[in-house]
């Protein structure tokens, strides 16, 4: 790769992540609020489970947002929340391969960055504005493609049907639960 072109693939803003941290932290805020001017245990079991509503989005969404900048010979990949950045030079990745997985739209393939040692890095689709250039500047660094690992059921196609069917329905289904609450 030429030293005079870097790439970053460019995270589109976690709008959601965001809102649902601040949630959260509202919700720890005002239990331990409710908590000392009240006394009641109640209030930091709540926020126990807030808590760990917390590490869990926090987890999920370090998961899928990370940044990759691939610049000379070092190609880093750091984390949403900071944890478990990453400089890996080329000769430390095995190659890169395409994971067939369900998503809310059918199924989907994601690019995955193989190294030699350590966990696998996937570049989820919907968390990148720039996200189709990925594999040409894999490709142009150096990285090989190592194949497609596919889901290996025979009823995929069925349960991407249902996958996308379910968050159809399941969304008509709180809308109408919504509208039932508003009118009594």
Known sequence: ???DK???????FP???????LFFSFLLVVCIWQYSL??????????LGVIIAM?????????????????????????????????????????YKFKETYTRHGLD??????PLEGKEIVFIRDSYA????????LKKYGVFYIGTENINSPYKKMLARIT??????SAMLFLLLQLLKWAK
């Open 38 to 47: 009240k006394g009641e245990y109640d209030y930091l079991i709540i926020a």
């Open 55 to 95: 590490c869990s989005l926090g987890w999920l969404f370090n998961y899928n947002y990370k940044s990759l900048v691939i610049r000379g010979e070092a190609m880093k990949v750091k984390y949403w929340l900071g944890l478990n950045s990453k400089t890996l030079k080329r000769q430390d990745i095995k190659g």
């Open 15 to 21: 709008y959601e992540a965001i809102l649902a941290l």
């Open 130 to 137: 720039n996200y189709e250039r990925l594999e040409f500047y």
């Open 6 to 12: 870097d790439y970053k693939l460019k995270i589109i």
């Open 164 to 169: 996308v069917w379910g968050s159809v329905i």
């Open 1 to 3: 790769m030429k030293k």
């Open 109 to 114: 393939y994601y690019i995955t960055l193989v």
